[in-house]
């Protein structure tokens, strides 16, 4: 909002970034200045599975203790654990601490679900892995895990695979105003330029059935060992894990497998979370009509968004692949994935 525009302020012109879940927490909790650091790097019915110092060789098995209540606890957390900790069999460590969240990937089960849930904390990418063939990519799939990667504060990284069935051109230039990494994949060729890219970060890397995910992880992490499956008509495929895993890559980083996650709901996200993520955009997005969903005409006839393209600031391609985004999150009726 520029200067002269102080007056026209009303209440709801604050503009107040809706934490929600990753806002600190406040409640009150015991210290626990003993407490060991850790990454949570898996979960399952109730125990925690947690890498002493992000250390993949040091595991350890939690349970959250009774003070934490029903705090949710998710892959890629920081937590505090104490007792023991020696990762011995049949030993119990107690996570006493969570970490505020530097990110967060969120799903609810669909569009009108008003729980949402955390899936992976703190990844700093997400690797949307979409095939060229065989499923055919969809991009409505692609633009809404944009828009969940975007508003949960993650670095989107395309994953293009199987590549030796069918171009990638039509794909890039789809979303080449996004400025998004792109990396493209066969499964008979090493994944160097994802591997480079994975080096030493955390990242969720999320798909459709049968586009090559487990292929990819099994290239990425020797042993990891992920069921590769058999393509059995669109998008279907034979699905043999649902657990959230971190997987330790050897470059250091962890690439966190998502095999149950294939939708989002995007009901908890706001027009302007998405256009948060557009430093070339966000400023100009503050002069909008409050309430503004930044759609353009006729929508948002006066989205002040328009503008920049007027002024040669950002190019029409570049606002209408904002709008395509902001749009999948618009068009809530329709939930193709
Ligand atoms: N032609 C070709 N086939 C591939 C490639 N990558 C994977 N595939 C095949 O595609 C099928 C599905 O691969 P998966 O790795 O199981 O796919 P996924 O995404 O993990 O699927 P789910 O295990 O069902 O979640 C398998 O038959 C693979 O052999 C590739 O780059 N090119
Ligand atoms: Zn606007």
Redesign the pocket.
């Known amino acids: 909002m520029s200067r002269g525009d102080w007056h026209k302020l009303d209440e709801s012109d604050v503009r107040v970034r809706p934490g929600k879940g990753t806002r600190p927490r406040s409640k009150r909790r015991p210290e626990h200045a003993d407490a060991v650091p850790a990454m949570v790097v898996g979960v399952d019915r109730g125990r925690w599975t947690c890498a002493l110092d992000d250390d993949p060789k040091r595991l350890v098995t939690a349970m959250r203790a009774r003070e934490l209540g029903r705090t949710p606890v998710v892959v890629g957390d920081r937590v505090g654990l104490v007792g023991d900790a020696s990762g011995q069999p049949d030993t119990l460590a107690r996570i006493v601490k969570v970490a505020d969240r530097a990110s967060v990937l969120r799903r609810t089960a669909d569009d009108t679900d008003p729980f949402e849930r955390v899936v992976v904390a703190n990844a700093e990418q997400l690797v949307i892995?979409t095939a060229l063939a065989?499923p055919l990519p969809r991009t409505g799939f692609i633009d809404r895990c944009l828009v969940a990667s975007y508003a949960g504060g993650l670095t989107p990284v395309l994953c293009l695979?199987?590549?030796?069935?069918a171009s990638p051109d039509e794909l890039l230039a789809a979303y080449a105003e996004l400025d998004l990494v792109v990396v493209v994949?066969?499964?008979d060729e090493d994944p160097k330029a994802l591997r480079e890219r994975l080096a030493t970060k955390v990242s969720a890397l999320i798909?459709?059935?049968?586009?090559?995910?487990?292929?990819?992880i099994n290239q990425l992490v020797p042993g990891a060992n992920?069921?590769?499956?058999?393509?059995s008509g669109v998008g279907k495929?034979?699905?043999?894990s649902t657990q959230t895993v971190a997987l330790p890559l050897p470059e250091g980083g962890w690439a966190v497998d998502t095999?149950g996650i294939r939708s989002f709901g995007l009901a908890h996200i706001t027009p302007d979370d998405i256009v948060a993520a557009f430093p070339d955009m966000r400023e100009m997005a503050e002069e909008c009509p409050s309430g503004c969903g930044h759609l353009g005409a006729p929508e948002d006839p006066d989205c002040m968004l328009d503008e920049l393209v007027t002024t040669g600031a950002a190019t029409a391609g570049r606002l209408d692949s904002l709008r395509r985004l902001l749009s999948s999150r618009a068009g809530l009726e329709e939930h193709p994935d």
Request: aromatic letters at 0%; zero cysteines; hydrophobic letters at 30%.
């Open positions: 892995v065989d695979t199987k590549a030796d069935l994949t066969r499964s798909g459709h059935s049968g586009v090559g995910k487990s292929t990819l992920r069921a590769v499956g058999v393509v495929g034979r699905h043999t095999p």
